[in-house]
């Protein structure tokens, strides 16, 4: 009975690690983000140093320095490259955990089996 209790809470936690689903969500995000960044770094790559850059601000277009433009794009990829990794981290960890239950719960459904036909 204490098996069967055990076994149980195993099994809730490991459906919690399976839950990690948010960590791949917002791995995609964070892919996306940086793809769309390295265009707009592309794209400033292809103009001139006196091209004239607006930036997006709510319902507003603010003229912009290109080098301070570059200069943000350049930072924001680098951010969204650590959090990337960040992301990758925590999804390699809860892998690893959830592995570490999968097979503790295997284990004790081994034994179970091997107690019921002992007792057979």
Not at 20 to 32: C, D, N, P, W
Not at 42 to 71: C, H, M, W
Not at 97 to 106: A, H, L, P, S, V
Request: some cysteine; glycine content about 6%; hydrophobic content about 30%.
């Amino acid at each position: 009975m204490a098996d069967q209790k055990q076994l149980q809470s195993l099994s809730d936690e490991y459906e919690k690690f399976q839950g990690g689903i948010t960590l791949v969500q917002a791995r995609q995000k964070l892919e996306s983000q940086f793809t769309e960044n390295k265009g707009v770094q592309k794209e400033f790559s292809n103009l001139d140093d006196d091209a004239k850059i607006y930036r997006l601000t709510g319902p507003v277009l603010l003229k912009q320095d290109t080098t301070e433009a570059k200069s943000t794009v350049d930072s924001r990829l680098e951010y969204i490259e650590k959090e990337i990794q960040r992301v990758e981290g925590k999804i390699k960890a809860l892998q690893q955990q959830c592995e570490g239950k999968r097979t503790e719960i295997m284990r004790l459904q081994s034994q179970a089996q091997q107690g019921t036909a002992a007792t057979a």
